[in-house]
């Protein structure tokens, strides 16, 4: 397994919640990490990107509530959330872009190459 996601669950609105994933040698390495998400009847979409580098990327739903880490030691990138709300009910996603470069942060979905098998995340009003 490439990518292994976990930490998803059910949280109250107002409520956190954080994301793992935990990627292998040959891809932690390599790439550019993001966070996405498909709720049901609608696209997926990019939640959150962070470059090899440190840099990071917020969609403007989640700036301010959500933040992406790595940690290398790890090859793990996280995803806390914080102030959930019921429109942030998805299933989420871990990715790896394993041909950004350095300080990118991929936000075009199609430009992931690896993705984990998605975890479940439920906001109740």
């Known amino acids: 397994v490439q990518l292994q996601a976990s930490g998803g669950g059910l949280a109250h609105a107002g409520g956190s919640l954080t994301l793992s994933c935990a990627a292998s040698g040959r891809i932690w390495s390599r790439a550019a990490m993001a966070w996405l998400r498909q709720a049901p009847g609608k696209e997926r979409e990019l939640v959150a990107a962070?470059?090899?580098?440190?840099?990071?990327y917020y969609e403007d739903s989640v700036k301010g509530r959500f933040t992406i880490s790595r940690d290398n030691a790890k090859r793990t990138v996280y995803l806390q959330m914080n102030s959930l709300k019921p429109e942030d009910t998805a299933v989420y996603y871990c990715?790896?872009?394993?041909?950004?470069?350095?300080?990118?942060?991929?936000?075009?979905?199609?430009?992931?190459?690896?993705w984990g098998q998605g975890t479940l995340v439920t906001v109740s009003s």
């Open positions: 990715a790896a872009d394993i041909n950004a470069i350095y300080s990118h942060t991929p936000q075009n979905p199609d430009s992931y190459d690896y």
């Open positions: 962070i470059s090899r580098g440190n840099s990071a």
